[in-house]
């Protein structure tokens, strides 16, 4: 599991910080849509973009989770931000 280290608190405008937040909620709702715990690798590596590390597995572990194509979305919106705008 490699990580990509960028500084969260530079990157981010409030907006970002919305999306995410929002991210982890809808991914957070779908597992108890489930009866599910949220409390997994996938959402691990979610709550790391706080402390400012993308992991490169992230969106390939979100697909073998099963989390459905508009979460796939946004995991990949966020991954596609990190990538182009990292100092």
Request: one cysteine or more.
């Amino acid at each position: 599991m490699n990580t990509i280290r960028f500084n969260r608190h530079e990157l981010f405008t409030e907006d970002w910080m919305n999306y995410h937040s929002e991210t982890l909620r809808v991914v957070e709702d779908f597992h108890m849509s489930r009866n599910e715990s949220w409390f997994n690798a996938v959402y691990n590596m979610l709550c790391g973009i706080w402390d400012g590390y993308l992991y490169t597995d992230l969106l390939e572990s979100a697909k073998q989770l099963g989390l459905p194509t508009h979460i796939l979305q946004r995991i990949a919106n966020t991954i596609r931000f990190i990538e182009i705008n990292k100092k």
